[in-house]
């Protein structure tokens, strides 16, 4: 089975450093990775998706993260934060085995930034 | 930019009545979930429909849960007799193929509270 994990439940940063949030991920075979952003009262919005392509995906918002197979990781960062930033993040990965796509969720990492 | 639409927002129901939450997913996508998340907890897979049947479903959904899309444009869920265990934050997704590396599209969600 597909998994992810977060290794951190929240980070504080500054507004204007960079940003650092780390997933770790099991696969049997080569994974299907998201990061997706919930703003308070908000719904889930896809940030970035990784598709084999490339392994250092851009997003929106100036969001990167990079798929490395050797340390089966997939952390999300950004260099400069915005106040408007703060969320929760949440690392997904993309469960085929069935045919059908489920998704299997991180257990979030709540991003506080201050001033 | 297109987007899936939930109603309501907010759901207030007495423990052991029915409640249907409702979704239109984004128009010219197949594929359809829900999700729930439970305050606190991670966001967890219910259940995946497609051509007018559930494609897969979760330990969760059990016989008091079951989805329709009774026209061309809706999605709903409903919950036969609620349980206060039911009360979570339910989100719809769509997608427009099956494909591993499809996203999938998600609503703001609805809270629904049991009392």
């Known amino acids: 089975a597909q998994s992810v994990t977060q290794l951190d439940s929240h980070v504080s940063v500054s507004e204007g450093t960079p940003v650092l949030l780390r997933c770790n991920y099991s696969?049997?075979?080569?994974?299907?990775l998201f990061w997706y952003v919930q703003h308070p009262n908000k719904g889930l919005q896809l940030l970035l998706k990784?598709?084999?392509?490339?392994?250092l995906v851009k997003g929106i918002n100036g969001f990167e993260a990079e798929f490395k197979k050797s340390e089966t990781s997939f952390h999300l960062t950004k260099p400069s934060a915005h106040m408007s930033d703060a969320a929760e993040y949440f690392c997904?990965?993309?469960?085929?085995?069935?045919?059908?796509?489920?998704?299997?969720f991180g257990t979030g990492t709540r991003l506080l930034v201050s001033p | 930019e297109p987007e899936v639409t939930q109603t309501p927002s907010h759901q207030v129901t007495q423990m052991g009545q029915e409640v249907i939450l409702r979704c239109v997913p984004i128009?010219?996508?197949?594929?359809f979930y829900w999700y729930r998340q439970i305050l606190g907890q991670k966001v967890e897979f219910l259940v995946s429909?497609?051509?007018?049947?559930?494609?897969?479903k979760s330990e969760i959904f059990d016989d008091q849960f079951s989805v329709e899309r009774p026209d061309g444009s809706n999605f709903t869920l409903k919950i036969r007799s609620t349980k206060l265990e039911d009360s979570a934050m339910y989100f719809c997704?769509?997608?427009?193929?099956?494909?591993?590396?499809?996203?999938?599209?998600f609503g703001d969600g609805t809270r629904l509270s049991i009392l």
């Open positions: 997704a769509s997608s427009g193929d099956r494909g591993r590396y499809q996203p999938q599209h």
């Open positions: 696969s049997s075979y080569s994974p299907s």
């Open positions: 990784y598709t084999s392509a490339a392994t």
């Open positions: 997904v990965v993309s469960d085929g085995s069935t045919g059908f796509q489920k998704l299997v």
């Open positions: 128009s010219n996508h197949l594929y």
């Open positions: 429909f497609y051509n007018n049947e559930i494609s897969e």
